[in-house]
Nanobody
Framework: QVQLEESGGGLAQAGGSLTLSCAISGEIDRTTCLGWFRKPPGKTREGVATLRRGETHYKDSVQGRFTISTDSAKNTLYLQMDRVQREDTAMYYC?????????????????WGQGTQVTVDS
């Protein structure tokens, strides 16, 4: 049973950077779909970035600013957030799935972390 635990959230100034981490306990491999989602205040949860077999996908509004990556040795998923904007304020969740698809869609993911809060102050 895979378990996920996020860390690294907090307060950032607009234009600054944050790095979120997701510790993965359990067995995964390159075919596993890993992703980051977020839930802004008053809105529904949305996909931010996904990674499988080295292929990444990003939400349009974070493309070029956020980077999803893994460290296999540490069994950790990361989300590097650069040039953050007030609109990036949200609870961020890491997620894992083993379905045929690996999209910015909650239905492709079956295991979720508890979330870490990111607040961007302008």
């Amino acid at each position: 049973q895979v378990q996920l635990e996020e860390s690294g959230g907090g307060l950032a100034q607009a234009g600054g950077s944050l790095t979120l981490s997701c510790a993965i306990s359990g067995e995964i491999d390159r075919t596993t779909c890993l992703g980051w989602f977020r839930k802004p205040p008053g809105k529904t949860r949305e996909g931010v970035a996904t990674l499988r077999r080295g292929e990444t996908h990003y939400k349009d509004s974070v493309q070029g600013r956020f980077t999803i990556s893994t460290d296999s040795a540490k069994n950790t998923l990361y989300l590097q957030m650069d040039r953050v904007q007030r609109e990036d304020t949200a609870m961020y969740y890491c997620a894992m799935g083993r379905a045929n698809y690996c999209r910015l869609d909650e239905r492709d993911f079956t295991v979720w972390g508890q979330g870490t809060q990111v607040t961007v102050d302008s």
